[in-house]
Nanobody, 121 residues
Framework: QVQLVESGGGLVQPGGSLRLSCAAA????????MGWYRQAPGKQRELVAG???????NYADSVKGRFTISRDNAKNTVYLQMNSLRAEDTAVYYC???????????????WGQGTQVTVSS
């Protein structure tokens, strides 16, 4: 069994900052790509930022220059530092990780339970 546990969401004023964390636990052999997605009410889930096992990153255009994704491979944890938050960043944020549970298995995508981020004055 593999679990992704997220933390760090909440209510913040426009222009403020939040840091999300997502820790993977359980039967883990290796973790490939990790990423953060978000889903606002009435909208489809979208990729916010991704990071490979080697540290290469990619971002949605809407968050470039404001959000930073990072990971700690020793802790099986991915982070999302969100600065200069805007009302349009309001959404449920989900982490995703491609995890192999054994040396002989292909990686599968696992999702966290989601954490609410609300940007409002």
């Amino acid at each position: 069994q593999v679990q992704l546990v997220e933390s760090g969401g909440g209510l913040v004023q426009p222009g403020g900052s939040l840091r999300l964390s997502c820790a993977a636990a359980g039967s883990i052999f290796s973790i490939n790509a990790m990423g953060w997605y978000r889903q606002a009410p009435g909208k489809q889930r979208e990729l916010v930022a991704g990071i490979t096992s080697g540290g290469s990153t990619n971002y949605a255009d809407s968050v470039k220059g404001r959000f930073t994704i990072s990971r700690d491979n020793a802790k099986n944890t991915v982070y999302l530092q969100m600065n200069s938050l805007r009302a349009e960043d309001t959404a449920v944020y989900y982490c995703k990780a491609d995890i192999s549970t054994h040396w002989y298995t292909e990686p599968l995508g696992y999702w966290g339970q989601g954490t609410q981020v609300t940007v409002s004055s």
